[in-house]
């Protein structure tokens, strides 16, 4: 994993997708595993995978995590083999919930544990990683942090019948607004960025509803350069939101 070359650093959490090939949610939906071979490699690993190609073609390290015993240690050896992360990306997502039954949508229902995998994800995660990455980004005075959300976090919703709990959400998007506010004025760019929508990736590529309506999906490669186009904004015009929605839905709010 060693930066010979002194490439500036983006580091990823969460490359892979629950909707890849052989993701959970793919499993969960379909029962198997799928054929991605005939799908364009920007796809077959959603979102962090769009990033992880984007970025190194930028001309970046790229170092991809998943999850982590221990994000310290995690993070000792990309500032050892790879330097400083001149941009982090969370991108750490969650299906449980997805496997509930119908009839158990109320939170009398949701058995602690779940909680507590959702908020461990959505709010503690950025929490832990922002502590390792923000003080070396705030002495050199430059860097980004940059949330991947959903449409969730734009106000707290019942959960429905397949979805994840996406309660904790709206805390993730709660934090990125209050490091918006300590960390903005020493150079660093937070934005918490919501998808709003169905992301294209081999799992949901073969749901019904994509198959009879594809102009609903979003294009992976697309949301990373909305990424890129952030990490890279004049910081007299810092971008702190960003809703992406495909033009046939209506955006969430």
């Not at 309660?167 to 960025?193: C, D, F, K, W």
Request: glycine share 8%; proline share 6%.
């Amino acid at each position: 994993m060693a930066n010979t070359q002194g490439k500036p650093v983006a580091v990823v959490i969460g490359a892979t997708s629950k909707w890849q090939s052989d993701g959970r949610n793919t499993k969960l939906a379909h029962g198997k595993t799928l054929d991605d071979k005939d799908l364009p490699v920007g796809v077959r690993w959603g979102v962090g995978g769009a990033l992880a190609q984007k970025f190194a073609k930028e001309g970046f390290f790229t170092v991809l995590t998943t999850r982590q015993e221990s994000i310290e240690a995690a993070f000792k050896t990309i500032r050892a083999e790879a330097g400083e992360p001149e941009i982090l990306i969370y991108n750490a997502g969650y299906l449980e919930g997805r496997d509930l039954p119908a009839g158990k949508e109320l939170l009398e229902h949701i058995p602690v544990e779940m909680f507590d995998v959702a908020h461990a994800i959505a709010t503690r995660g950025p929490f832990l990683v922002a502590k390792e990455v923000l003080p070396a980004m705030r002495k050199r005075g430059s860097g980004s942090f940059f949330f991947s959300n959903n449409a969730k976090s734009l106000r707290g919703t019942k959960r429905n019948t397949g979805e994840s709990l996406y309660y904790p959400r709206v805390m993730m998007r709660t934090v990125a607004q209050v490091l918006t506010e300590e960390y903005s004025e020493h150079g660093i760019h937070i934005a918490n960025i919501v998808i709003d929508g169905l992301i294209d990736s081999p799992g949901t590529r073969a749901l019904p509803r994509a198959h009879n309506n594809p102009e609903i999906i979003i294009n992976p490669m697309k949301i990373a350069e909305a990424f890129f186009y952030l990490h890279t904004q004049d910081k007299s015009c810092w971008t702190h939101e960003l809703q992406l929605t495909p033009y046939s839905t209506k955006p969430s709010h």
